[in-house]
Nanobody, 125 residues
Framework: QVQLVESGGGLVQAGGSLRLSCTTS????????MGWFRQAPGKEREFVAN????????YCADSVKGRFTISRDNAKNTVYLQMNSLKLEDTAVYYC??????????????????WGQGTQVTVSS
């Protein structure tokens, strides 16, 4: 069983930056591909970014490409989401997800097995 704990959310003005962190339990973090998803009120959960086991392969949704960066530090059992140039439409609860595969190209939430509790990101004008 893998437990995921997100942190780093908060209130930020449009154009600002935040860095989300997701720390996992266990000693096999490097066996998991990781992803970030988000869910705004009244909307479906949507894919944001994913990363393979080593950090060598990443993919971001078009809506955040060029603004958000996903990375990981296997020595710290942590995956990050650096969010720059934040927009009002980035407001959502952000979730970290994991699947025990070295690489998971899927952008579907159903292809991830473990989830964190979420952290709120609110972008104000």
């Amino acid at each position: 069983q893998v437990q995921l704990v997100e942190s780093g959310g908060g209130l930020v003005q449009a154009g600002g930056s935040l860095r989300l962190s997701c720390t996992t339990s266990g000693r096999t973090f490097s066996s998991y591909a990781m992803g970030w998803f988000r869910q705004a009120p009244g909307k479906e959960r949507e894919f944001v970014a994913n990363i393979n086991w080593s950090g060598g392969r990443t993919y971001c949704a078009d809506s955040v490409k060029g603004r958000f960066t996903i990375s990981r530090d296997n020595a710290k059992n942590t995956v990050y989401l650096q969010m720059n140039s934040l927009k009002l439409e980035d407001t959502a609860v952000y979730y970290c997800a994991a699947v025990r595969r070295l690489f998971n190209p899927s952008t579907s939430s159903s292809d991830y097995d473990y989830w964190g509790q979420g952290t709120q990101v609110t972008v104000s004008s």
